[in-house]
């Protein structure tokens, strides 16, 4: 197991975003701890303040959806 996994679930409690980013992009592509945390529960995206900013950008909104909700085909 990627120890970058633990290392940037770490950085998020102690709310360090930008490591925890970091960390993540690193092992993004290879991700596959569904054990220690699924895609959607990671991905949370339906907070208030994300959902109004998504409101005024419905292509962003869209986009991020169709990835959030695994419908791969709408990608363009």
């Known amino acids: 197991m990627n120890v970058k996994v633990y290392q940037g679930l770490h950085a998020m409690s102690i709310r360090d975003f930008k490591s925890a980013a970091e960390l993540f992009l690193d092992i993004v592509a290879t991700l596959t701890l569904y054990e220690l945390i699924d895609y959607q529960?990671?991905?949370?995206?339906?907070g208030s303040k994300i959902l109004e900013i998504l409101h005024g950008l419905p292509l962003i909104k869209?986009?991020?959806y169709s990835l959030y909700k695994y419908r791969y085909a709408d990608f363009t």
Request: aromatic share 22%.
């Open 41 to 46: 529960t990671f991905v949370l995206i339906r």
């Open 62 to 64: 869209d986009y991020l």
